[in-house]
């Protein structure tokens, strides 16, 4: 299994608070990808990083931010969180850009916004 | 620009039964596709990938998809199914740039 690790599991959240969640790896891949899952939507991106200080946004970015100051994290931050965000946050790497790569998902981040 | 759609929510095969789960895709550039996996409160793992190098694809744990050009189509199947196959499974494509569309889901539930 690659080495990624997300944090928390779970968190239980009020409307209108901040939220970081941390995904940590271990196999020094460039690539590293935020996802939300919604029952009828699969998973969409939200925010990709190519590189240290290198992000992007994905389709549905509104309401956040993400970070990576270091090749082994990568931080997504709800500035104020919503009832809409409540989801089950993935992380996912991969090694190189082309279409053809494999990307290996974290255990997910269960959130719920209250 | 790419898209992805599965043909059922929720498929139920008795044990030992053959499992279809149907997947076509949309893409203006020649795909990249992929199955994955998720079992309860896991992330998602690979099962097989299609990268133009063989039209039969064979994955892990006894599963294959064919690509179908003509059809858009990238089912999944395994002859015979095992309890252990209940879980929730993903196809998606990949065709241009960085990002990979994943479709809706389809779970598997596999009757004793």
């Known amino acids: 299994d690659a080495g990624i690790t997300q944090s928390p599991r779970h968190k239980v959240t009020e409307t209108g608070t901040p939220v970081t969640l941390r995904c940590h790896q271990t196999?020094?891949?460039?690539?590293m990808y935020w996802y939300r899952q919604d029952p009828g939507h699969g998973l969409r991106l939200i925010h990709y990083?190519?590189?240290?200080?290198?992000?992007d946004k994905g389709e549905v970015s509104d309401g956040y931010s993400v970070s990576r100051s270091k090749t082994e994290d990568f931080l997504l931050t709800l500035e104020s969180a919503t009832s809409s965000q409540t989801s089950v946050y993935f992380c996912?790497?991969?090694?190189?850009?082309?279409?053809?790569?494999?990307?290996?998902f974290g255990p997910g981040t269960r959130l719920t916004v209250l | 620009a790419q898209s992805v759609t599965q043909l059922g929510s929720h498929v139920s095969v008795s044990e030992g039964a053959l499992v279809l789960l149907r997947c076509n895709y949309s893409?203006?550039?020649?795909?990249?596709l992929f199955w994955y996996v998720q079992y309860p409160n896991q992330g998602l793992q690979l099962l097989l990938k299609?990268?133009?190098?063989?039209?039969l694809v064979k994955g892990i744990n006894g599963f294959e998809a064919e690509f179908k050009k003509s059809e858009t189509s990238f089912h999944l199947t395994k002859p015979s199914a095992h309890m252990s196959d209940a879980a929730e499974y993903f196809c998606?494509?990949?065709?241009?740039?960085?990002?990979?569309?994943f479709g809706a889901g389809t779970r598997l539930f596999v009757k004793a």
């Open positions: 893409s203006s550039v020649p795909p990249y």
């Open positions: 990083s190519y590189g240290v200080k290198d992000t």
């Open positions: 196999e020094n891949h460039r690539y």
């Open positions: 998606a494509v990949s065709g241009g740039g960085f990002k990979t569309i």
């Open positions: 299609y990268t133009s190098a063989a039209t």
């Open positions: 996912a790497i991969s090694e190189s850009l082309t279409t053809a790569d494999t990307q290996y």
